[in-house]
């Protein structure tokens, strides 16, 4: 039998719960305006509003909490992502995922950056990652693509090379935001802008993979 916590257990957790969170969306912000490099633990504590003591009370170093802040990035990323459903076929598949990733790039530009700054710096922590969940991830979808192939409902693709693609394509509504919103002549990006991104890269990858369905 689980043991019931106590009202101060329970406002302990609460509090902790909410510092923790307070902290790693300030530093997802921080990251991403001042770089990996340049940020520091006094510039989040100041920016929450907490002594430099507290974030180092729940992460002892800033690479603790950078990773702490990667890990939520890419927890978010994979749990808003739908798999790939066999039996719904590529062009259903396709364009939900695309649609998706667009929009993790309009609602997380931040996380996005940080990810981005983090694989070009080769932090260990992602590199990891990538090659523990990543790749098992591609095999599954990598499979699954390989049904429709054998089914006629595509081409034979590079499933690598797909993905890479996509991950360009759409990731870079968020990472490259300012270019984007210098070619497009605006100074902010509207919903339209991200609902035509939707449909011309989803254009382009389902002529690209041969979708026949």
């Known amino acids: ?14 509090i902790r719960a909410q510092n923790q969170t307070l902290i790693l969306e300030t530093s997802e912000r921080v990251f991403a305006r001042q770089g990996l490099a340049k940020t520091t633990t006094q510039m989040i504590a100041d920016e929450a509003g907490l002594p430099k003591a507290n974030v180092h009370y729940y992460y002892r170093s800033k690479k603790d909490l950078l990773e702490a802040v990667l890990e939520r990035i890419l927890r978010l990323w994979l749990d808003s992502v739908s798999e790939f459903n066999v039996e719904e076929g590529p062009r259903h598949n396709l364009t939900r995922y695309i649609s998706e990733k667009i929009d993790q790039s309009r609602t997380n530009k931040n996380a996005s ?33 390989q049904i429709w192939v054998d089914q006629g409902l595509m081409q034979p693709v590079s499933t690598e090379h797909l993905f890479i693609s996509i991950w360009a394509m759409t990731q870079t509504y968020a990472d490259f935001d300012a270019q984007v919103k210098i070619m497009l002549q605006k100074d902010n990006l509207e919903e339209i802008d991200y609902e035509d991104a939707k449909l011309f890269i989803t254009r382009m990858v389902l002529a690209g993979c041969g979708v026949t369905e």
Not at 120 to 133: A, C, T
């Open 113 to 145: 950056k940080i990810f981005a700054m983090a694989l070009i710096g080769e932090e260990s922590f992602v590199l990891d990652y990538l090659r523990s969940l990543f790749v098992t991830e591609l095999s599954r979808e990598k499979a699954t693509i």
């Open 1 to 14: 039998m689980s043991e019931v916590k106590r009202p101060k257990d329970q406002l302990k957790a609460h």
